[in-house]
């Protein structure tokens, strides 16, 4: 059975910084797409960033790109999301996400992956 489990939440301070991380088991992620969403209080769940399977090439949303990095080791079948400068409206869960059969045409949907974690809370006060 497949699970991802994240981690490194918490409660920062606006400019602070956090590292998140995700952990997967029951089937390598190496050659998979893996990405990051949020979903804060009242809103849907919206994109935050991709790694692609073919070298990790990442890919961002508008909102965080400049502030928040995606890196994976994946000898360890971890993802990390390294966000700094940390906004209040960065406020949200965050979930980490891992693509089952390639390929999708667009990562930055929901669809585009088949497993989730069960998120970790990131609140950043002003």
């Known amino acids: 059975q497949v699970h991802l489990v994240e981690s490194g939440g918490g409660l920062v301070q606006a400019g602070g910084s956090l590292r998140l991380s995700c952990a997967a088991s029951?089937?390598?992620?190496?050659?998979?797409?893996m990405g990051w969403f949020r979903q804060a209080p009242g809103k849907e769940r919206e994109f935050v960033g991709y790694?692609?399977?073919?070298?990790?090439?990442?890919f961002y949303a508008a909102s965080v790109k400049g502030r928040f990095t995606i890196s994976r080791d994946n000898a360890k079948n971890m993802m990390y999301l390294q966000m700094n400068s940390l906004k209040p409206e960065d406020t949200a869960i965050y979930y980490c996400?891992?693509?089952?059969?390639?390929?999708?045409?667009?990562?930055?949907?929901?669809?585009?992956?088949?497993?989730w974690g069960q998120g970790t809370q990131v609140t950043v006060s002003s």
């Open positions: 790694s692609r399977r073919d070298g990790g090439s990442t």
């Open positions: 029951g089937r390598t992620f190496s050659s998979s797409t």
């Open positions: 996400a891992g693509e089952g059969l390639c390929c999708h045409s667009s990562y930055y949907l929901n669809t585009a992956y088949d497993y």
